[in-house]
């Protein structure tokens, strides 16, 4: 299966990452396999903290996936 560089780009999924696929009532599936985040106790809350190195972690354009979004629709 060949996935378009600039999706792969966008999610950052890079060449031996794991992908999960799964099949619904729409159609096919793929999402990259990622750790999730370790729960951490500060003070009385419970904090989020990545479990990969910042170097290892995929740069995130949050205003260009917003504006994709609100580009998407007519």
């Known amino acids: 299966m060949v996935i378009p560089a600039g999706i792969r780009d966008r999610i950052g ?3 031996g990452s794991a ?3 799964t099949t ?3 159609g096919i599936r793929i999402e990259r396999v990622a750790a999730g985040p370790r729960l951490i ?3 009385r809350r419970l904090v989020a903290r ?3 190195p910042r170097d ?3 740069p995130v ?3 260009a996936l917003v504006e994709d979004e ?3 629709w007519p």
């Open 19 to 21: 992908i999960e696929i």
């Open 50 to 52: 990545p479990t990969v």
């Open 61 to 63: 354009d949050v205003a």
């Open 41 to 43: 106790r500060v003070g």
């Open 13 to 15: 999924l890079a060449a």
């Open 24 to 26: 619904d009532e729409f």
């Open 56 to 58: 290892d972690r995929p």
């Open 70 to 72: 609100r580009n998407r």
